[in-house]
Every structure is written in C-alpha cells, then in structure tokens.
C-alpha cells in the first residue's frame, strides 16, 4: 500500500519528470555496489568510478540473458540484504533459473499490478478466478491452496481439462463470484466454449474483467471470451524474475510499468523506437539482485506515439509469445503444456533442460540435458510420471541430448506442436 501512493503519483509525471524519478532509483541501486560484485565489475567501487548522470549512461551496463546471470549467479547476489524467497521460473523456457527477491522488490512489483488494475475497476484483493497451474508436489499444493485462499481466489487447474473439472468449477464461480478472471487466455478460452456450448451463463456473474497473461492472445479467443462473460479482456505481459512488464490501458495500448522498470528494445546493439528488437528490461527497485538491461527473449516495439489516455508510461507492443500450448492425447483429449514444466521440476537436481516435440498424437518426443547425477532408473521414474499426467496411452521418449536449440528470439520453448501446422 506504501508504495501504491508512489505509482500512483507517478502516473501524473511528465515525460521529463519520469526520467529524474528513475533516474534517482536507478542511482540508488548502484549505490549497493559495496554488496553487489556485479555492479563494483561495472562502475567501479571507488570514489573516482563511472558515474551514472542520467539514463543514457545504463548504456555502460552490458545486455544480459538468463544464461549469464546463471553462470555469475553469486555476483548479482546481494548478500547484506535479507531475501524472504528464493523464486525460480516455470515460465516458457526449460532452464531453471532461481533467483532472489527481498520484500520490497516484491511489494513494488505488485504495486504496480494492483496499481494497473485499478485502471479495470479492479481492488487490490478483489475476488480472483485463476485458470493456472496446480503444482503436482503435495507441499507446494498445500501452498498453492493456502496462497489461493488468502488472496481470496479459486483456481480452475490448467492440467484437469476434462468436461467433469469444468462443470464444477462453473458451479464453484456461481457461488464465489468472482470480480474478474486472470490467466492463460488459451485456457479461458476453452471454459469459455465448455459454458457456451452447454448454455451454462455466465452473463449473472458481472465479471468486470478478464486478464490475461502468459502467451499470445488470438483474436478469436479474445472475441470469445468478451461473448461469453461480457467482460472486456485487458492484456498483461510479464515474466517471473521481474513480474508485471506492460499492462493495457482503458484505452487499448499496453503501457511500461514506469516506476518499477525501465524497457528498452534493441535492435543491432542500439536501442531503437518504433523498430522490432529484443526486449530488455532494467528493475528498478530490486537492491538485493539487480536485474539491469536483463534480456527476456520476447520481440518488441517501443511506439514513439502516445496513448490518448494521457498516461505518459512508455506504450509497447508485444510481437512474440507462446502459441502452442496442448498436448493432444490418442483420444484426442487436451492437455496444458505446462505440465512439463512442473513435472521436470520435480527433477530438476538431474535434467537441466528439456524440449518436447509432438509431431502426431500418438507419441511425445522429449529431449533432455541430463546432468551427472541422473541414472536410467531416474528416467523410469519420470517417464511414469510423465504418463501418469499426461495420459498412459501416449508414447513418451525421453531422448539425452548434450544441449538444446534455442528459438530465434534466444527463448527455449519448451514445448513445440507440429500437429496444427
Ligand atoms: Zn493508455
């Protein structure tokens, strides 16, 4: 709530006075160079270092990607600053990535969350329906369960898409009514056809809202699901090191979330305005694991022009996401791709990196990088895992490869259908 009151005066900057306010935040997370090797190897830790003037001078920070960070892993950690958790992404690629958060870092992500869904008529804790994954380790169900429950949210789980799973969660929203709708829109958009096609209405729910996040959103879907529930559906973009990137406005345009981030896109080694590049965000309020021109793997554009809404927050377009997202089974039913994700947590101590490739719906092809400790009887394991949840009709294959091709954009999907092309 503290740092709302800050987000929300941002939003009345001009475009002079947004610079000065992250210029001030980006000159205190340098001044952490004592605790932070990383930032001394740049700038220098003594008194005659490089200074930065203003924002220009991120410049002298090199761009870096997942991989870097991983490999310098203990030079980004601020060891002078308690971290409440350590997070790691599931997100769109197969590498595992953990990183650390202190509680300001994640009070000021969602500070800017809460701060943009005000713009929807949406309160921080409103009633929340969730069309997410559910993890498969009976611990961090638990957790999933209690966190849902005290952020006043039910959750329809991405990996149960069967008819039955569907109706009850129907009846589950009847009972709850939830403010708006949150998640995969490839996942809401498969309820929403459910109540459709069975004329369960969801008109009476009075849902103000639908976000979604997580992949690309197709306009037959966003069509759809507008129909069902008679909500507007609002775009948020965002990954799990540095939360919620952009987010639409009341007026269409997806804004920077200013106080928190600056985004920059480039493109041949230059930032560049109106021109497709690489996005690359710098945290600005992250002291204890900085996050400075940090490398997504998402295409972009900075649009020079302004939004009609007034807001001066920089407005960006996302050019690339997530599109295939089923597993198919031999019976033809759907399964969340996520389900790799979480299921390769699980062993995430002997398989570095996976990709799945489903060429026809009777087998799965899966490569993985193993690391020294996996065994034969490992594989077994979650192979059976992999069955148990996805279906024990398709062929699974695990194949050991020593590494994994990366996507134009340097993001790793993790999992490709060659069934729909
Ligand atoms: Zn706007």
Known sequence: MKYMGEVRQAECLSEEELRCFQLQKIQKLINEKENVPYLANI???????????????????????KKYIIDNIENFRNKQIFCISSRGTSGSTGQPFKFYRDRFALAYMDAVMYNAYAWHGIAAGERQSRFWGMPFDPKKKREAVLKDFLMNRIRLSAFELTNKMFNKYYLKMCKFHPGYLYGYPSLINEFAHFCRDRGLSCKHLNIKVVVVTGEKLISNQKKMIEEVFSAKVVQEYGCSEVGVIGFECPHGKMHVMS??????????????????????????????????????GD?????????????????????????????????????????????????????????AVQRNNLDLEIKVVL???CDDNILTKCREDLAQRICSTISITLISVKSIKREKSGKLRYFVSELNS
């Open 43 to 65: 700038v220098g830790s003594e008194e005659n270092d490089v200074p930065i003037r203003s924002l220009d001078d991120l410049a002298i920070f090199p761009i870096v990607d």
């Open 259 to 296: 106080p928190n981030l600056i985004v920059e896109v480039i493109n041949d080694g230059s930032s560049v305005v109106d021109e497709l590049g690489e996005i690359v965000v710098t945290e600005l309020n992250a002291k204890s694991f900085p996050f400075i021109r940090y490398q997504i």
């Open 299 to 355: 295409l972009g554009i900075i649009k020079s022009a302004q939004c009609s809404c007034g807001l001066k927050w920089p407005v960006i377009e996302i050019k690339e996401g997530r599109i295939d997202d089923y597993i198919i089974t031999p019976e033809g039913k759907k399964v969340y791709d996520a389900v790799l994700a979480y299921t390769f947590n699980g062993y995430k101590k002997y398989i570095k990196m996976f990709k």
């Open 371 to 373: 690391t020294d400790e």
